[in-house]
Structure formats: C-alpha cells, structure tokens
C-alpha cells in the first residue's frame, strides 16, 4: 500500500485549459512570402508557428483614417469638384461672374484645412 503512495506520474505535466492551445487559424501565403517569413522565424530562432504567434500579438495596427480625418477628406473631394465646376463655368462665362463663388468657397477650404492641421497637431 505504501508503494501506490510513493508512486509519481511520469510524463510531462498536463497544460491548464486557458494555456491550451487548441484553436487555428488558416492563413495562405505566396511562395515567396512563405519563405521570408520562414527565413525571419528561423532567424528569430523561433518555430514559424511561434513567430507568427507572437508577431500578431506584438503588432501594433495602426488605423488608415480616423472618423475626423475621413470626413476631412470627404469634405476636401466635395470642394475640389466645386473648384473644377467653378473653373469651367468660368471659362465658359468668363472669370468675373464666377469670382464670389470662388471667394466663397477659398474660405471654407481655409477652415478646412485649418481644422485638418489641428487634428494632425493633436496626433503627433
């Protein structure tokens, strides 16, 4: 009865089930960026399944346009359609008549452009 007592299980220890791993993504790749990111996991001397790991969690993702930026950006596309219908109007009725509108709407670019340098100011 003492021998049962004494006995120690052999084997490695099983892993907790948080720490398990025991999901999977696919990902395809071309051949060739297979084999540059074969050749980075080797020379980070790390398995390519353990570089991809940490690499996707030690990424830092950065967002293409903020929601302000975006609608900078609309606003800016709007505007530069307006100038080029405003050139051709005045170049069809000539450059006199169309200069209010184009005053008019020189200023809003300005506010515009204002508002986009300080939303910038803030990111950096």
Do not use: C, W
Not at 44 to 57: K, P, T
Not at 81 to 91: E, I, P, T
């Amino acid at each position: 009865m003492n021998d049962k007592k004494n006995i120690r299980p052999r084997g490695r220890p099983q892993v907790s089930g948080l720490r398990k791993l025991s999901k999977s993504v696919t990902v395809k790749f071309s051949k060739i960026d297979y084999e540059r990111l074969l050749h980075r996991s080797r020379q980070a001397n790390r398995s390519l399944a353990e570089f991809l790991r940490e690499s996707a969690f030690n990424a830092q993702i950065v967002a293409r346009h903020s929601i302000e930026e975006t609608t900078v950006i609309r606003n800016l596309v709007g505007m530069a359609n307006n100038l080029n219908q405003l050139a051709r109007l005045s170049h069809q009725t000539g450059f006199y008549r169309t200069r209010n509108a184009v005053m008019e709407l020189l200023e809003k670019l300005k506010v515009i452009m204002n508002e986009y340098k300080k939303v910038e100011r803030r990111n950096t």
